[in-house]
């Protein structure tokens, strides 16, 4: 039904353009136009889509609430809890649906009924009302068009507030998701002290598990440390950049400065491909080549060496990362201006001077921004870590040991059954917001050290 | 006497010819200016002169060009010498993005003139000195030199051209992006300086050309039209389409 009605109105819309067009072109035999045919178009499009649709998305969002009011004033009398209120209305709808298996009482059956009458009046007053506005607001629009009234004007701010719609969509999903984080942080530090979580050294949230009642809070308050954590996430991090640093930049040099036009053509995106590599596969390749790999040499040499080692991850962490730093790199070392170039050359300075002494300081600023971007992309990285550094939340500084990252935490917290109310799982939202402070104090400075260099040209 | 001596150079871009058969002597301790409709190739021939057609990979210099008997267009050439004998000045002044004092000092550096810190001292404050802007900024050498003005920063790059003492300046349009005062300014510094160097000055503007040079040479199209002495070229011109140029009815 809804499918129908949306539908109908859009067809319509795309009608009601080519029909504006040519009542202009009608209108263009005797007197002038305001404004080119197709605005005319735009105009009647806009007015039958946009009311009609904006009542339509008002309607689907109110309606549910509304007919649950209706549906439960029945209940009122009987002193029941939100949650048993909430059961009831889910059993009402199933049994509406006729999906509902359980016991049929005469009660339950009327309140089925009266979901279903309810409904259905509520679909057709929709669609009556969404039609009266569709012949209302085209009336209206096809009036101001046989007047020949100014089209172009109306038609620029329409599309001014659906850009502008748009962007509020994507701002308030972001803060949506940023609230949802902070409270259930908050609800974590509740239970758990914040102090603990900051500075504690032991994480091993799986022993306050308890099967009723409250956890013990001196279990608590040694389970939730995350210094293991953030230490092993930029310890990780720091592996992968000494990884990713050197290749990347030396690579970001050649090619923007040493590579001829034919290798440049096929290296870029031959570099930007591994970019695009899934990173469960970098995972793979790091749990079951790299990681063996790194402990038989290991071994050969008589070291200890775990099968998961934070080294393995590091180094395929920094493989992933080499396009990022080798292509913003070289991004914006190609931004230097030719003539500084031509400056050095032509004071004699050879290749390799013009790149250490005038390209790579100006370039400096947006290339310390490229690295802080890839830092943030580093410490956020989830799968490889998961797959191959394991899980087990050891204070380590030895990359040969199995380390774990604030995101790899994460996950296993949140895979599997879990209570909503336990502080394990809540405890998912705070390492998710801190890791998100983190990651968006590293983008802010990136972006703030890059917008410096952007001001040096201009 | 002739300092720079070009026979028959030809300069492809790729397919296309941009110089044709083009020969000229310059004379040492002179300002030789270069003048001609846009893309006539005067600014192509300029930088044959110290290899910076080198930096464009499709581009391919014929024909011979000798500085003091020293063939420029051959392979076994180090470049580097080269270079630091025949110093460039751009259309656009281009300091580098460090201070006034590493820009001066990046000559010296890179080509170990200067054995202590005293006598850098020494080289940079006689080459901002010859550039007539020792006086402006002898107490900021350690500020941005992207931060001076148009003309001085064009002042910069003369006074980083000159800091390795080279024997040939060459000088590509470099009051194109300036305002008029600071025009006459490196023009009478052009003048102060063609008594230790050889300059070749490519320029737009005729009146320049006919202020500062002693010989001009016309380029149309690719080719030398006519070459000889300024006081000629702009009164006596025995080709007509250099007569034209002047008299301003093309270009």
Known sequence: MNL???TFIILLAFTSYYFGRKKALVIQSSQRLTALPKFYGYYLAAWCAAPALIIFALWSVFEPSIVKTFILQDYTDQNLTKNELQLIYTKVKALA???????????????ANKYIQLKGIANSAKVAIILAILIFSLSFAYRSVQKNDRMREPVEIFLKWVLFVASLGAVLVTIGIV??????????????????????????PAKTFVRDGQPDPELMKDAFGAVPLFAGTFFIAFIAMCVAIPIGLLSGIYLSEYAGRGIRKYAKPIIEILAG???????????LTVGPFVKEIGNAMGLQVSAESALAAGAVMGVMIIPFISSLSDDVMTAVPQNLRDGS???????????????????????????LLAVSRAVGETMIVVMASGLAANLTMNPLESTSTITAQIVVILIGDQQFGDPKTQSAFALGISLFIVTLLLNVIALSVVKKYREKYE | MSKIKAENVNVYYGSKQALFDVSIDIAEKEVTALIGPSGCGKSTFLRCLNRMNDVIEICRVEGSIKMDNLELNSRKLDVVRLRENVGMVFQKPNPFPKTI????????????????????????????????????????LDEIGTGLSGGQQQRLCIARAISVSPEVILMDEPCSALDPIATAQIEELIDDLKKEVT?????????????????????????????????????????????????????
């Open chain 2, 101 to 140: 004092y590493e820009n001066v000092a990046y000559g010296p550096t890179i080509h170990g003139i200067a054995q202590s810190k005293e006598e850098m001292d020494q080289i940079v404050e006689t080459s901002l000195k010859k550039a007539a802007l020792w006086n402006e900024v002898k107490d900021r």
């Open chain 1, 97 to 111: 649906a006729g999906t509902y298996t359980g016991n049929i009482t005469n009660f339950l059956d009327e309140s």
């Open chain 1, 179 to 204: 609230f949802s984080l902070l409270f259930e942080a908050i609800r974590f530090f509740q239970a758990v002290k914040i102090f603990d979580f900051i500075f504690g050294t032991h994480w091993y």
């Open chain 1, 277 to 287: 590599i899934p990173t469960v596969v970098y995972g793979f390749f790091a749990a």
């Open chain 1, 345 to 371: 050359y032509a004071m004699g300075a050879t290749k390799s001077e013009t790149v250490k002494k005038v390209i790579f300081p100006a370039a400096l600023p947006g290339i310390v921004g490229s690295i």
């Open chain 1, 4 to 6: 129908i009605l949306v």
């Open chain 2, 199 to 251: 300059i070749v000055i490519v320029t737009h503007s005729m009146s320049q050309a006919a202020r500062v040079s002693q010989k001009t040479g016309f380029f149309h199209l690719g080719k030398l039209i006519e070459f000889g002495p300024t006081d000629k070229i702009f009164k006596n011109p025995d080709n007509q389409q250099t007569q034209d140029y002047i008299t301003g009815r093309f270009g």
